[in-house]
């Protein structure tokens, strides 16, 4: 693939000032951030040595458990790769979420929560007629979601994304193209690093190992299979995980024929009139999940409801005075 834009060593150490700042926001005071700062210009020089060489190759990350608001766990990137984190971020959101479907809620911006509870309501109002007809919410859960995420399967879609992304147009206001404007062979070169590391590998872990012992065993990507897993906190592993997933929501949208579908992170959902039709698509979703990409449909999780008794999404009960007779 021939890149019309090459980064120069000067630009890519201004966009590692940006990445920094982005990465302390929040968290000046946090003592990583401090002793990163102590030297930050050798800091963030040496960094971007080692980025333009192809040389960097991200440090063990630390990995402890944590209780609220649940248990889970935890592992924590070095400071210096959470900079990185954000420069690929900035590189790369734009491109990538250019290819995702409107009702994709998750981590991105003016995509939240608030937003995903409008579109199921606006779903709700289109299919009920605005309340006049009887429909039905299914939700549907993934087992162990960044557990299974294969990684080679996950490189691949990204760089599939960015290869095609490539030659579309940056917006249809500007005619520069995607290669125009981004080094995509670096950007290519970055994603391999960050997607293709194991986070278990050399980890400092914190704590007693009786910590982890009730955990469920499909939280800990200590337990994942060979070559799956990506650390939940990461900046990256949240941007990733919609590329991912993106292959579902296409199969959703295009293929099952799905009208009103909407997803946040590994959970989604359908709304239809026809209970019928929602329990036919349910073996189908779960024969994607599971050759397409490696995944497990939660059979435990999956339910339909009559809007009638009132819908559930992200935390939010959403209920109305219907007008249809039942």
Not at 245 to 263: A, I, P, S, T
């Amino acid at each position: 693939m021939i890149c019309s834009y090459h980064l120069t060593k000067e630009q890519l150490l201004n966009d590692l000032h940006d990445a920094y700042r982005a990465a302390r926001k929040h968290k000046a005071s946090k003592p990583y951030v401090r002793r990163f700062e102590e030297n930050l210009d050798e800091n963030l020089k040496e960094l971007c040595d080692e980025l333009f060489n192809r040389t960097y190759k991200p440090l063990p990350s630390s990995c402890f458990i944590i209780t609220e608001p649940k248990k889970r766990e935890v592992f924590a990137a070095e400071f210096r790769d959470r900079v990185v984190h954000h420069l690929y971020y900035n590189y790369t959101h734009n491109i990538y979420e250019r290819t995702f479907i409107h009702d994709t809620y998750s981590c991105l911006k003016g995509r939240g929560t608030h937003f995903g509870i409008e579109r199921l309501q606006r779903h709700i109002r289109q299919e009920s007629r605005n309340y006049k007809v009887p429909c039905y919410v299914m939700k549907m859960d993934i087992r162990g979601y960044f557990m299974h995420i294969n990684r080679d399967k996950l490189l691949q879609l990204c760089l599939r994304s960015l290869d095609k992304m490539s030659f579309h147009k940056v917006s249809k206001h500007r005619n520069e193209r995607w290669k125009d404007v981004v080094d995509v062979e670096f950007i290519r070169w970055l994603t391999r690093e960050i997607v293709l590391l194991n986070p278990i590998n050399d980890c400092l872990v914190i704590g007693s190992p009786s910590e982890w012992g009730d955990l469920p065993h499909d939280k800990s990507l200590y337990n994942s299979p060979e070559g799956c897993g990506l650390p939940i906190g990461n900046l990256t592993s949240q941007l990733f995980s919609n590329v991912y997933l993106n292959e579902l929501d296409q199969f959703m949208k295009r293929v099952l024929k799905c009208r009103h579908y909407g997803r946040y992170v590994d959970d989604f959902y359908v709304v239809s009139a026809d209970k019928g039709w929602l329990y036919s698509i349910v073996p189908k979703v779960r024969e994607f999940l599971a050759y397409a990409l490696g995944l497990a449909f939660h059979d435990g999780k999956m339910q339909i409801t009559s809007v009638w008794h009132g819908a559930e999404l992200l935390g939010a009960w959403l209920h109305q005075i219907w007008r249809f007779q039942h």
